[in-house]
């Protein structure tokens, strides 16, 4: 963590400086008439964003919600690989890692041969596969999340706070103009119920739910279907005999129905998915009734020979399995040539059952996918063009997201035995759960070749960086210091670009390394100085990163060039946390484990949201350069 960069100044350095606002933020003080940004919805979707747009000061960016203030307790508790390396870069993962409960092992119940109306333990499986992140699988209660982001909005430069009590009522954009084309209608549904008021917006995000008014506003349908299964979720604390309960487990009976356990912070609090009724075809899971009592019982039942005894329900809820889409993520329809307004994410545009742990952790990833994007736009560092590719990434990964769903959903409420994956000595659930540990890891992800994702021309540099796929940070040392690290945690949720450049076995000066550095700092066509203000810092756009082979201790005397230890800031202080070497202790070489090149070595190019967007060779200036143009414009300053 880098601070004083502009001055001396005490107390939390989590807690940015504070521009003068464009908002007095006061019980009394109006809602704005004109925004930047309006975010609909303080859920996982919109907060992510809101945390995103509130550390720049030139954007002025608004989040409504109809409750009256944050939830505290139920809704989501998973939070994936995936997520938790995204929170890395939003400053909190530690945080999360220290209050959250690690899934560790899932555990699998079936059917106990000697006796079908008892369950018994099959099998184990470690939860999150060797390699595959530095970070855990982790639960926590959604509203600790939503707590965070919250905090990161109140500590940003523009101290952004949620405006409660307010909820889209409707919104018209205007084709004509280019100046703040959206009018929406906010309505109050807190002390003033009724009141509405109007704001004008340059763009709008819909991160408003499954009855997003912001996605009815713009013709959007979820399409799809219903399982007609009734599934009921508690938060409780109990004792039990079930000797599995702090780990995660997946039972089925023979009988009797399902059970998801998961395990929550604290040590006591566990969470069980319990498998109520089949439904008829026209029938809705309200007109049932069911109480926490019900799921008790049925728990009771599925889980024999073991009993809970539930001293507390914290929180509970019934639902129906649903697996429903949107065409579009965008209010631009089919057929129509135009840049996007108003954009949706999360339940707003996908919906399907929470089993698989993937609804809040997909719903955040859609808004850091575009939160950046907003940024550049606003900025004036990009054109409008590059909203349409909002929809276009994100759309087809909820399209797996929501087929995967379906699969998922249909296999766990089968009885034993009528599943097309009952073959075998395996159990369905668990064939199913070993197939899918990449998917549910949110790390299966992978965008097609666009303006934002180049070609994989040069892929053989770097194997395990996938162009494409989500940046896999693995170990180094930083030179300045002998800092072990994981080089992806020098990623933050700033809407900057990195370029990762990998030392061949040539890298003393005059290498193809020490050319590029050359060429960056010096030329002013170079993608690093083309790109900035005048009178931002070298690293303000793209960030430049060096890894080396040797140990850190081997570099420490070697000269470097001048854009690996850049002056920034109003002070001009030099920046010393731009050089890596590998660490050839106990964590591992990193060209090793990411299959680099130890020859030629390369450029690794990662977009804010932490995917790599291009695998290059170090001389590789004019493709670099030809990438950058589908990105960028030309600052005019």
Not at 204 to 225: F, M, N, P
Not at 270 to 287: C, G, H, I, Q, T
Not at 597 to 609: A, S, Y
Request: charged share 25%; aromatic share 8%; hydrophobic share 40%.
């Amino acid at each position: 963590m880098q601070f004083y960069k502009e001055g001396f100044r005490g107390g939390d350095p989590d807690v940015k400086s504070a521009v003068p606002g464009w908002r007095v933020r006061d019980s009394f003080a109006a809602l704005p008439s004109e925004v930047d940004v309006l975010i609909a919805g303080c859920g996982p979707a919109g907060l992510c964003l809101a945390a995103q747009l509130a550390q720049f000061p030139e954007i002025k960016t608004m989040i409504v919600e109809p409750k009256p203030g944050p939830i505290e307790k139920g809704q989501a508790d998973g939070i994936n690989t995936r997520t938790m390396e995204m929170f890395q870069a939003f400053g909190f993962g530690e945080t999360v890692k220290r209050e959250s409960y690690w899934v560790n092992q899932t555990a699998f119940w079936a059917p106990d041969p000697q006796n079908q109306g008892h369950i018994s333990r099959i099998g184990r499986v470690q939860d999150v596969p060797e390699g595959s992140s530095e970070m855990p699988h982790a639960l926590i209660n959604q509203a600790r999340v939503h707590e965070l982001f919250l905090d990161v909005m109140k500590n940003a430069p523009t101290r952004l706070e949620p405006d409660y009590s307010w909820g889209v009522k409707d919104l018209v954009i205007d084709p004509s103009t280019e100046d703040h084309p959206v009018t929406v209608t906010l309505e109050n549904t807190g002390i003033n119920a009724g009141e509405t008021k109007t704001v004008r917006a340059n763009y709008v995000v819909g991160c408003d739910g499954a009855r997003s008014k912001v996605r009815t506003a713009i013709g959007g349908e979820l399409h799809g279907d219903a399982a007609h299964q009734a599934w009921g979720v508690m938060d409780i604390l109990a004792n039990t005999d079930f000797p599995d309960v702090r780990q995660k487990c997946l039972i089925s009976s023979a009988t009797e129905g399902n059970i998801l356990i998961l395990p929550r912070e604290g040590g006591y609090l566990f969470r069980m998915y319990v498998e109520l009724d089949k439904l008829n075809p026209n029938e809705r899971v309200s007109s049932r009734n069911f109480t926490a009592d019900h799921m008790i019982a049925a728990a009771n039942r599925i889980m024999q020979p073991y009993a809970i005894d539930v001293k507390e329900v914290v929180w509970w809820s019934i639902y129906e399995i649903g697996h429903r889409l949107t065409d579009r993520f965008d209010d631009v329809a089919e057929g129509m040539d135009r840049n996007p307004r108003v954009f949706t994410a999360g339940d707003a545009c996908h919906t399907h059952s929470p089993k698989a742990g993937q609804g809040m952790n997909v719903s955040m990833q859609d808004s850091f996918n575009l939160g950046w994007k907003l940024v550049q736009v606003l900025q004036g560092r990009s054109d409008p063009h590059l909203l349409r590719s909002y929809s276009a990434e994100r759309w087809k990964e909820a399209k797996r997201l929501i087929e995967t769903d379906h699969q998922w959903a249909r296999i766990m409420s089968a009885p034993p035995g009528e599943s097309e994956l009952d073959s075998g000595d395996m159990p369905r659930f668990q064939k199913q759960f070993i197939e899918n540990l990449e998917f549910t890891g949110g790390l299966a992800v992978k965008y097609l070749p666009s303006a934002l994702t180049g070609p994989d021309q040069f892929q053989a540099l770097a194997p395990r960086f996938e162009i494409g796929r989500r940046f896999h940070s693995a170990p180094v040392v930083r030179v300045a210091d002998a800092m072990q690290m994981q080089l992806g945690h020098v990623a933050e949720a700033d809407g900057r670009w990195r370029i990762y450049a990998f030392a061949g076995e040539d890298s003393a000066a005059g290498s193809d390394l020490y050319r590029l550095c050359t060429w960056l700092m010096e030329d002013p066509d170079s993608v690093v100085q083309k790109y900035r203000g005048q009178d931002e810092d070298i690293d303000a756009v793209i960030d430049l990163r060096a890894i080396f082979q040797q140990s850190f201790d081997a570099l420490l005397d070697q000269e470097l060039p001048e854009i690996l230890k850049p002056r920034t800031g109003k002070l001009g202080l030099q920046d010393h946390e731009k050089v890596f070497g590998v660490d050839h202790k106990d964590a591992g070489d990193i060209f090793e484990i990411r299959g680099v090149d130890r020859k030629k070595g390369c450029m690794v190019v990662v977009r804010p949201d932490q995917y790599v967007a291009h695998v290059l060779p170090l001389t590789a200036h004019e493709a670099l350069s030809s990438f950058f143009e589908g990105v960028f414009k030309p600052r005019s300053d």
